[in-house]
């Protein structure tokens, strides 16, 4: 016998959305303001951190992967 299996809450109230203008999609990912402005310079001021989603984050992902690499090889 298998034990039961509680199911993943499916409604999206109280979730955050994404803070790229225009996106509503549920986030999987903060990061500080300065890091998000070097893939995404039109995001508001006042922030600490930004939320994205997971597309925005991948996006993110890419834009940066030079310098994040870069910024590795300097340990």
Excluded: N, Q
Excluded at 49 to 75: F, I, M, N, P, Q
């Amino acid at each position: 016998m298998t034990p039961e299996r509680r199911a993943a809450p499916t409604a999206t109230v109280g979730v955050e959305a994404c803070a790229r203008p225009g996106c509503a999609e549920a986030i999987v990912r903060h990061l500080s303001l300065p890091e998000a402005r070097k893939a995404f310079p039109d995001l508001a001021d006042g922030l600490r951190s930004v939320a994205l989603c997971r597309l925005h984050y991948k996006e993110w992902k890419k834009r940066t992967k030079e310098s994040r690499k870069l910024d590795r090889l300097g340990w």
